[in-house]
């Protein structure tokens, strides 16, 4: 399997983007959302902790024949688009940064990607919610990525 790299710098960042082709002429396959919560046989809840808060998303491209993993770790706020009249799947562009200010009083990193690099996680959409074209975003306190091995289709799907 190969092995994580992980995203914390504006370098990282700029290296991924290069080797992806800035996500141009990809398209989102597929993706998996854990929260850590679960109950157990007596019946108590378990909330998970930050970090268990985990979204896999797998990308192809036809620009790079390597299917790519972006696992993002403490998960804050993400919003996927589903299907959409008059509008392809196809990323055009993307936007991966690094913001400090996003939490009040705190300048925690946050890690914010997004297929709409005209996309502000500090403005609210105005948008209605079945209004198109839909932006597909994340934030997240981390992130890694990976080269998905071909043979696998897809990020596993949470057991329940």
């Not at 491209?61 to 196809?90: C, I, K, M, N």
Request: proline fraction near 9%; charged fraction near 25%; hydrophobic fraction near 35%.
């Amino acid at each position: 399997m190969p092995e994580w790299n992980e995203v914390k710098t504006q370098a990282d960042i700029e290296d991924l983007m290069r080797q992806y082709g800035g996500f141009h002429d990809s398209c989102l396959v597929s993706l998996s959302y854990r929260t850590g919560g679960s109950v157990d046989p007596e019946g108590t809840m378990g909330f998970g902790a930050p970090e268990d808060h985990v979204l896999s998303m797998l990308f192809h491209s036809q620009w790079e024949p390597r299917p790519l993993l972006l696992r993002f770790t403490g998960v804050r706020r993400f919003s996927a688009g589903g299907w959409q009249d008059r509008y392809s799947s196809d990323i055009f562009e993307c936007s991966l940064k690094i913001y400090t200010d996003l939490i009040t009083g705190r300048d925690a990193p946050l890690i914010v990607w997004t297929d709409n690099p005209g996309f502000s996680p500090k403005t609210p959409d105005p948008r209605r919610v079945l209004d198109e074209p839909y932006t597909t975003w994340v934030i997240a306190s981390a992130l890694q990525w990976r080269w998905h091995p071909q043979e696998e289709a897809e990020p596993p799907t949470p057991q329940l």
